[in-house]
């Protein structure tokens, strides 16, 4: 989406990967990827919300500078910004943008905003400590996944796995629909993309332990009584 943007108003180059081929679920090695070096920068988008990948470690431009979008994962972990040329994020409420860029990007004229958000993140130990809450918040989740012996799968390889945006399918795909009945009792639903189909769970930093913890609960009560559906049907 980003490259389509790009393309109205620059002379983009091609694009160099989607994820599509592999089905949005992996991240490459970055040097094996042919860069044009003749390119002013590298944009990528750090956290795709749909699918659930996250970049763990950031790619290097063969020229010019990284460009990054952070709407999503944005304060979440610890980053080092002097990798980056830009980063910006988009938040909500709509309107609201926070961009770093370098000063011999911008010139001697820069605007800094921060607000209550950032003054909580120092209350919660700096983004250090954010960031183990949100990998302990995601392990939990995961695990659940991943101990269920197949009845719950997330398709995304397990070294990209977002920390943010955590897809999965159950099994058999016509108990989706009950999953979500029953998640909706307990007033906790997000559905997955209508165009991808499944669930997604969406456990950015504001996303209390509490409520995952209650949502694998969910997870593993709904697995329980309906096992011997699966088992009946093989």
């Known amino acids: 989406m980003a490259f389509k943007e790009a393309q109205k108003v620059l002379k983009t180059k091609p694009l160099i990967w989607s994820g599509k081929s592999e089905k949005h679920t992996k991240i490459p090695y970055f040097h094996d990827m042919e860069q044009n070096p003749d390119a002013k920068f590298l944009h990528i988008c750090a956290n795709e919300t749909i699918y659930g990948v996250e970049y763990k470690d950031y790619p290097s431009p063969k020229n010019g500078i990284l460009v990054a979008d952070m709407s999503s994962n944005f304060y979440s972990n ?3 910004v ?6 910006y994020g988009g938040a909500q409420p709509s309107g609201v943008t926070i961009v770093i860029i370098k000063k011999d990007l911008i010139g001697n004229d820069g605007i800094y905003m921060a607000g209550l958000a950032f003054e909580d993140l120092l209350d919660q130990g700096g983004l250090v400590e954010v960031e183990k809450k949100n990998k302990k918040k995601a392990k939990i989740l995961y695990n659940a996944y991943d101990g269920s012996n197949g009845f ?3 398709p995304v390889e397990k070294f990209v796995r977002s920390f ?4 999965f399918t159950l099994e058999k795909s016509g108990l989706e629909a009950e999953f979500i009945k029953e998640a909706a009792k307990e007033n906790m639903v997000q559905q997955w993309h209508k165009s991808v189909g499944g669930m997604r769970a969406s456990i950015y ?9 209650k949502l694998v609960a969910l997870m593993k009560d709904f697995q329980a009584s309906h096992l011997w559906r699966i088992e009946g049907s093989k």
């Open 78 to 80: 610890p980053v080092v």
């Open 82 to 87: 002097s990798k980056f040329g830009f980063i």
């Open 152 to 154: 719950y799968r997330c």
């Open 164 to 167: 943010m945006n955590v897809p």
């Open 205 to 213: 930093n504001a996303m209390p332990l509490a409520a995952v913890e």
